[in-house]
């Protein structure tokens, strides 16, 4: 009886280190794509972006980023903040305010785009 409450224990010991190492190898797998030098954005993209900018983030920050429920984005507003600062914003959010975070619909390159974007400096 003893004998198979320690089989039990045991197995269930290893399930878990068997677990703890899948999700290491994951995160991994993840920062080694994340590593890899970024393609330029396609055409196609760069005008989903633009879209997107306009439709979504405009509904918070105005169709022409003038500002409404968020601040002004307009170039002349991020000018003196640094594109990885907007960058940020835009990928975690501000915790606290109305400002989501937008991971989930971007790579980092592309929230540099989008910060470089609202500076008017893309061409
Ligand atoms: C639900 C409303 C909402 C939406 C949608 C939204 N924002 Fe914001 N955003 C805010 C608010 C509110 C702030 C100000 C947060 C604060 O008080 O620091 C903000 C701040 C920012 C800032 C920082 C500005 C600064 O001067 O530091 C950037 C950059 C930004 N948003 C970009 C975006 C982009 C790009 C999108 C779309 C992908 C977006 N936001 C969508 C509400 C929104």
Redesign the pocket.
Known sequence: MLNLLLTAVKLIAAIGVGLVILSGASLMALAAASEQPAAPLSDQRQAELRN??EQ??G???GLRMAGG???P?LPA??AN?PEQ??AA??QYG?PG????P?SA??SDEEALW??RE?KGGNP
Not at 97 to 100: D, I, L, N, Y
């Open positions: 997107f900018l979504d983030c509904s918070c920050h429920l968020g601040p984005l507003v991020v903040k600062f907007l914003t835009i501000r305010t109305a400002m989501p937008w619909f971007f989008l910060a609202l």
